[in-house]
């Protein structure tokens, strides 16, 4: 049974909307900080978002303003609403729990992730 399965990328021209949904275990989603992550081809995976248990949020500056990340506890589900998409923004998306002692660590093994294109 897989850990993390996210779901919701797709194709979309710049200036676009998408909805992108993660579904944890509840042994990564626990009370543990979620966060989405992108990767380039040939490139290093990064961070995107982050939100803690209690709902409290952090972004990096590239994503400041267009990108909203939640969370329902209860459904062991986190969303990364994304809005005014650029081409840049184009990468695979994943979703992770944040090791509780080292942030620079994941909980569970990657998911498959959910494509987002963005065209110009």
């Known amino acids: 049974q897989a850990q993390l399965v996210e779901s919701g990328g797709g194709s979309v021209h710049a200036g676009g909307s998408l909805r992108l949904s993660c579904v944890a275990s509840r042994r990564i989603f626990r009370d543990n900080t979620m966060a989405w992550y992108r990767q380039v081809a040939g490139k290093v995976r990064e961070l995107v978002a982050s939100i803690t248990s209690g709902g409290s949020t952090d972004y990096v500056d590239f994503v400041k303003g267009r990108f909203t990340i939640s969370r329902d506890n209860a459904k062991n589900t986190v969303w990364l609403q994304m809005t005014s998409l650029k081409p840049d923004d184009t990468a695979v998306y994943y979703c992770?729990?944040?090791?509780?002692?080292?942030?620079?660590?994941?909980?569970?093994?990657w998911g498959q992730g959910t494509q987002v294109t963005v065209s110009s």
């Open positions: 992770n729990a944040v090791h509780p002692q080292i942030s620079t660590y994941v909980v569970g093994s």
